[in-house]
């Protein structure tokens, strides 16, 4: 029996347990090293004009913003020629600063300044993240070249950690075992971290019996697992399809005395919600309850109202927005989303609607995702005008629609027959910044065909445009516009010029149809 479909649910909690994952990994390769920097440079920068000097370097490296390669080094040759200091303490914390802001390729440039310019010496933890932003910036033969070349003693348990993650992420499963191997022969793979990243790997291929064998490996070894490796290897457990073993592992852990957040509980519920066992992801999701804690964010009562929602408890769901709105002063778009999506799930439209005005009245920062899913619930129920007139209110308010919103209305008009309405929806489509939002070959001869069996040539022109502005236009829309004019009688003299405009090249079809369209115009 193939494991069943995961709920929405499942996959935000698996997401979100295999981005832990990756954060952790990461985050151990990096932050020691940073972080004693950081304490040193909070210490040596006892003056204070130094320390404002420092900070007024950050801001100019911050300013760069996309800037491409050469930029960092431009800044900091020039500060140097300025005759200020660039101390190495603070450069190591800007690394650590671009790094959060995902500036890879800055902070990469910045620590080679600090090596090839200053000639400074890189600390063997600094090895591990560098390692790190070779692989994000220049990818994993450039990383594998790296820590080939480095001396002995910085091939260490970080740089090995940092490699073994670098072949995680890219989901390279033979290197990442083999290096995994390697770190066991020098001893230095017993630990939690390198287990659950390779078994992060493992979960996210789906080679989900290769981590309950790394479980049992961790036993041997005495390596005490963790939330995140029961996460894991539940995951993996219901995979299999052994939902009993789900529970046992959560109960082993517990007996472990392993400190087990409310996520293992997140975990444990959704994995019985795609196993249909209401009952016992219920009791899940009152354990998960219990161990929320106001003060580390709303994340847990996100995920408690998305998980009640997949049992379908609609009294629980609006109880916990109750305590979303009870608990915190300031309700994200993320909560508001999670609700409607919650409601949408249980067919609460009314409330939907109560809820979406609530957010409508109360934001700051405007979330096209909100809005369409107030319109999927209305194009669900057949209330197109209403759908439409929301948008025209969002117009009002100067915000704008996005491809999903034009999607749903593109298959909700397309699917009963109404081409003109669907038609607006292209054209508003081409209006979008970024023309990511392309129709498929699929949607473009549906239209067409429809504009000739119709003879509507105006429709057909329009629809035309909307090609040409989003790059898709080919002989074949031409030959369907050609057999609209034919179909409706209508000739076109400025049809060949548009024809070379579009650099469309005249085939054998299209001269055939244009020559008859000039046999009728005669
Ligand atoms: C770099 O480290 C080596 C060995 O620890 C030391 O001999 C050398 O003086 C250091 N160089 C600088 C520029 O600090
Ligand atoms: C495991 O617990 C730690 C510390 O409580 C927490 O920071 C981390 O996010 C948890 N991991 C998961 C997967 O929830
Ligand atoms: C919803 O959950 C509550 C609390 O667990 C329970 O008392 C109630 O019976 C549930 N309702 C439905 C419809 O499942
Ligand atoms: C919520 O809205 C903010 C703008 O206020 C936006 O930057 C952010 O991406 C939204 N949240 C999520 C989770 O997308
Ligand atoms: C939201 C939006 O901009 N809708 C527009 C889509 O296109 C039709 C026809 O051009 C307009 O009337 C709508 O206002």
Not at 246 to 271: I, P, Q
Not at 306 to 330: C, D, M, P
């Amino acid at each position: 029996m193939a494991p069943p479909v995961p709920t929405a649910a499942a996959r935000l909690v698996l997401r979100r347990l295999l981005s832990t994952a990756v954060a952790e990994a990461e985050a151990a390769a990096v932050a020691p090293a940073a972080e004693k920097a950081a304490a040193k440079g909070a210490k040596t920068a006892a003056a204070a004009g130094e320390e404002k000097d420092a900070r007024s370097l950050y801001r100019r490296l911050s300013a760069l913003g996309g800037a491409g390669e050469g930029s960092v080094s431009r800044v900091m040759n020039k500060w140097v020629r300025e005759g200020r200091e660039a101390r190495a303490a603070d450069l190591a914390k800007y690394v650590k600063e671009l790094r959060k802001y995902k500036r890879h390729a800055h902070a990469l440039e910045l620590m080679e300044w600090m090596v090839n310019t200053k000639g400074m010496n890189m600390s063997y933890t600094n090895h591990a993240v560098r390692l790190d932003l070779i692989y994000k910036v220049r990818g994993i033969e450039a990383a594998e070249q790296y820590f080939a070349g480095l001396p002995d003693p910085g091939k260490n348990h970080k740089t090995y950690g940092a490699l073994l993650n670098c072949y995680c992420s890219a989901k390279m499963e033979d290197k990442a075992t083999e290096i995994y191997r390697k770190m066991d022969e020098l001893g230095i793979s017993s630990s939690t971290l390198p287990i659950n990243n390779l078994m992060s790997l493992y979960v996210k291929i789906g080679q989900h019996r290769k981590v309950t064998s790394l479980f049992e490996e961790m036993k041997v070894k005495n390596v005490k697992p963790d939330n995140l490796t029961c996460c894991l290897l539940m995951s993996s457990y219901a995979a299999l399809n052994k939902i009993d073993t789900v529970g046992e592992v959560l109960k082993e852990m517990e007996e472990k005395k392993v400190a087990l957040g409310w996520s293992a509980y997140s975990t444990l519920a959704s994995l019985y919600v795609n196993a249909n066992m209401v009952e016992e992801a219920e009791s899940a999701l009152k354990k998960l309850e219990n161990l929320i804690d106001v003060q580390a964010g709303r994340q847990p009562f996100d995920f408690l109202m998305s998980l009640y929602a997949s049992v379908g408890n609609l009294s629980e769901v609006n109880r916990v927005w109750n305590l979303i709105k009870a608990n915190f002063q300031k309700v994200t778009n993320t909560s508001y989303l999670g609700m409607l999506q919650a409601l949408y799930k249980l067919n609460d439209d009314d409330r939907m609607k109560q809820i979406y005005e609530d957010w409508e009245s109360n934001y700051e920062n405007y979330d096209a995702r909100l809005t369409n899913m107030m319109t999927r619930a209305h194009l669900r129920n057949g209330l197109t005008k209403e759908a439409e007139l929301l948008w025209e209110k969002v117009k009002e308010k100067g915000a704008e629609f996005d491809s999903k919103t034009c999607e749903l209305f593109l298959e909700h008009y397309m699917g009963k027959g109404d081409m003109t309405s669907a038609l607006n929806w292209v054209e508003n489509m081409t209006k979008l910044p970024r023309k990511k939002s392309k129709l498929d070959q699929e949607k473009i001869s549906c239209f067409l065909k429809y504009f000739e069996e119709h003879k509507d040539v105006e429709g057909a022109e329009r629809f035309l445009n909307c090609l040409r502005t989003s790059g898709c236009i080919d002989g074949k829309a031409y030959e369907s516009l050609l057999r609209t004019y034919l179909a409706a009688g209508k000739t076109s003299r400025s049809i060949r010029q548009m024809i070379k405009e579009d650099k469309i090249e005249i085939c054998y079809g299209i001269g055939k149809l244009l020559k008859r369209i000039a046999d009728k115009g005669r």
